[in-house]
């Protein structure tokens, strides 16, 4: 599907585990994103460059965010993240210029734990709150 300009909206199909790298990279009208609860891993630059996402929910299945998964995401505002997460790639939320709040599952200690690459906040604005144990 990269750079499948007119892609609006897509539901991953349940026996999808894994996202490929680049699988969603530059599709710009991309709005609405359904994750079933059997993907585990997200690839490289899966959604990078989905200018008119806004938000999106990470089922409690994943356990691997990868590099640049959300790169150029420049509307992207919020993202709700599992506590299965244990790690995320390099560049995760690079260019998410306008991301205001992460809402993370987990409670703060989990989120500590969680193995970040380095570089990974990057792209982050300094405002973004983190709210853990995240419930809705």
Same mark, same amino acid.
């Given at each position: 599907?990269?750079?499948?300009?007119?892609?609006?909206?897509?539901?991953?199909?349940?026996?999808?585990?894994?996202?490929?790298?680049?699988?969603?990279?530059?599709?710009?009208?991309?709005?609405?994103?359904?994750?079933?609860?059997t993907?585990?891993?997200?690839?490289?630059?899966?959604?990078?460059?989905?200018?008119?996402?806004?938000?999106? #929910?990470?089922?409690?299945?994943?356990? #691997?965010i990868?590099? #640049?998964?959300?790169?150029?995401?420049?509307?992207?505002?919020?993202?709700?993240?599992?506590?299965?997460?244990?790690?995320?790639?390099?560049?995760?939320?690079?260019?998410c210029?306008?991301? #205001?709040?992460?809402?993370?599952?987990?409670?703060?200690?989990?989120?500590?734990?969680?193995?970040?690459?380095?570089?990974?906040?990057?792209?982050?604005?300094?405002?973004?709150?983190?709210?853990?144990?995240?419930?809705?």
């Amino acid at each position: 599907f990269m750079d499948c300009t007119n892609l609006v909206g897509i539901k991953i199909p349940n026996t999808v585990i894994f996202i490929g790298d680049y699988a969603f990279m530059g599709c710009t009208n991309l709005v609405d994103i359904q994750i079933p609860n059997t993907v585990i891993s997200i690839g490289a630059c899966a959604f990078a460059d989905c200018s008119k996402l806004t938000s999106i #929910e990470i089922p409690n299945s994943v356990i #691997e965010i990868h590099d #640049e998964v959300f790169g150029g995401c420049s509307n992207l505002t919020s993202i709700i993240l599992p506590n299965s997460v244990y790690s995320f790639g390099r560049y995760v939320f690079d260019d998410c210029s306008r991301l #205001e709040t992460i809402y993370y599952r987990g409670s703060e200690s989990d989120w500590n734990a969680i193995k970040k690459a380095k570089g990974w906040a990057d792209g982050i604005p300094k405002n973004c709150k983190i709210i853990y144990n995240y419930k809705g």
